[in-house]
């Protein structure tokens, strides 16, 4: 098999395990160009050639221009795009090669422009900040609930928001994100007829709940709660490429065609066929195997929850979190996230996120009950080894801050900026945005006032071993501020 005539043999196996060819276009022009001999005097520049960079290039096809109707094209992904906005329930959807973020993007500015107000949940991911900054929109900040037995965020109360837009009856859109990065929700249907009633659109970074609504035990998609946009990471929790994602839009209080225009300006025009044929393979995969293929995963991550209750171990549960999100909590038994990942990382285990009070093990329908066994089993046996003196639960930085917005974020990033050292940055006005990672979520963003509450919170989060990103000095030693 060769996409091309220069006797490079293709490494990949096209198989289709699944059966799903028939239904998914681009899964079906994907397999059909790989078993296909080609001469392509077009990019991409290595041809399809493996002996000269190697596999890495291996199944990288272009989306052709044109309406090649059995190759990868724009005709070819409006098809498989109007399958999962059927599938949906949406009156649009779109494939995005540029992750969650670029969708993110254009979410912001699909509703919102500049000087306009927005509400905004402290929940959301860095990427719908950068949002912010490019539609040149006021920010609204609502904080959730934050749960004091775990110190995270649990739900945004419906009054809340009710009470933020009777403040700011000029806002145009309200941003939150379901389920937040350890799987609590919301009550989507609340706060949509919330949004409604001021006659603007819910939209939802529902990033990790792509597998939502394909099984009883499983909350309903976003979409189905009421929510008008929906962007979701098809990498996260389905079997895509990493950087796939998709969006979902419903048109009463959406304008599509302005939709349409925006993400098209965060996308690139070299988009990957790859990509793309692997969020229609995945959104095939849910269509026909879903539940089979979610049960059992469902099952053997609420056995490993009980098995770590059961050891002493502290875990989020309950009925409004995601069954297939497992959040380890640490305070309790007095051992370092930190040192627990070590030791799954010399054992070749990579988690999903760790620090000093929570481990986060990332599990979906590609995992089998004997690997989730097998993963408590090592947790509970390297948690006993580093049982300590127990913590006080605290608030994730993240999450104990309330912002103090002075500027827009637009306005401070485009700043001019002067780096101070961080005790002489209180008081000023961040160009940065500052953020615990993961989950992403800042505790100071372009455009706010830096107090001594937010340093602090900082300057543990990073002694606790937790990464800091997106600032330019991560040592927190120095920080840029607008000038005086």
């Not at 079997?239 to 302005?258: H, I, M, T």
């Not at 002694?463 to 005086?484: E, S």
Request: proline fraction near 7%.
């Amino acid at each position: 098999m060769s996409q091309h005539a220069f006797g490079a043999a293709t490494l990949l196996d096209t198989k289709d395990p699944m059966g799903l060819r028939s239904s998914a276009p681009l899964l079906d022009a994907w397999i059909r160009d790989m078993e296909t001999d080609r001469s392509p005097f077009q990019i991409p520049g290595h041809k399809g050639r493996t002996d000269l960079t190697g596999a890495i290039v291996d199944g990288d096809i272009p989306v052709l221009p044109g309406n090649h109707p059995y190759r990868i094209s724009p005709s070819l992904i409006l098809e498989a795009e109007a399958l999962a906005a059927d599938l949906w329930g949406a009156d649009l959807c779109r494939f995005g090669v540029n992750g969650s973020s670029g969708s993110n993007h254009a979410a912001v500015m699909a509703v919102a422009g500049p000087g306009d107000k927005v509400i905004v949940s402290r929940t959301l991911h860095k990427s719908v900040l950068v949002g912010l900054v490019y539609a040149g929109v006021v920010p609204i900040w609502v904080r959730p609930e934050i749960n004091p037995e775990t110190g995270l965020p649990e739900y945004l109360p419906s009054s809340r928001l009710a009470e933020t837009l009777a403040q700011h009856p000029d806002a145009k859109a309200v941003f939150i994100g379901e389920p937040s990065y350890v799987g609590t929700m919301s009550n989507i249907p609340r706060l949509a007829q919330v949004a409604h009633e001021h006659g603007i659109p819910l939209v939802v970074d529902a990033a990790w709940a792509a597998h939502f609504g394909f099984h009883p035990a499983l909350p309903n998609h976003p979409l189905a709660e009421g929510a008008d946009i929906v962007v979701t990471s098809a990498h996260k929790t389905l079997p895509s490429y990493s950087q796939a994602s998709f969006v979902l839009v419903r048109g009463e209080y959406v304008d599509l065609s302005r939709f349409n225009k925006v993400f098209d300006s965060t996308q690139t025009t070299s988009m990957s066929g790859r990509i793309l044929a692997s969020i229609d393979a995945a959104r095939a995969l849910l269509a026909r195997h879903g539940e089979e293929l979610i049960d059992p995963i469902i099952a053997a991550t609420g056995r490993g929850r009980a098995r770590l209750r059961e050891a002493g171990i502290g875990v989020i549960d309950g009925q409004y979190i995601d069954p297939l999100k497992l959040v380890i909590l640490l305070s309790t038994v007095g051992a370092d996230g930190n040192l627990v990942e070590a030791e799954l990382l010399a054992a070749n285990i990579d988690l999903e996120m760790a620090n000093r009070d929570v481990i986060i093990p990332m599990i979906t329908f590609a995992d089998t009950p004997d690997r989730i066994d097998d993963l408590i089993d090592r947790i509970i046996k390297i948690v006993d080894a580093h049982r300590g003196e127990l913590r006080p639960i605290k608030t994730a930085a993240a999450f104990s801050i309330a912002p103090e917005v002075v500027v827009t974020p637009r306005e401070a990033f485009f700043s001019d900026y002067e780096v101070v050292p961080a005790a002489e940055a209180v008081g000023r006005v961040s160009v940065e945005m500052i953020c615990p990672y993961p989950p992403g979520v800042p505790v100071l963003s372009p455009g706010e006032r830096i107090t001594e509450e937010a340093l602090n919170a900082l300057f543990e989060a990073r002694d606790a071993g937790t990464r800091i990103a997106y600032v330019a000095d991560r040592t927190l030693a120095t920080l840029k501020v607008m000038p005086l």
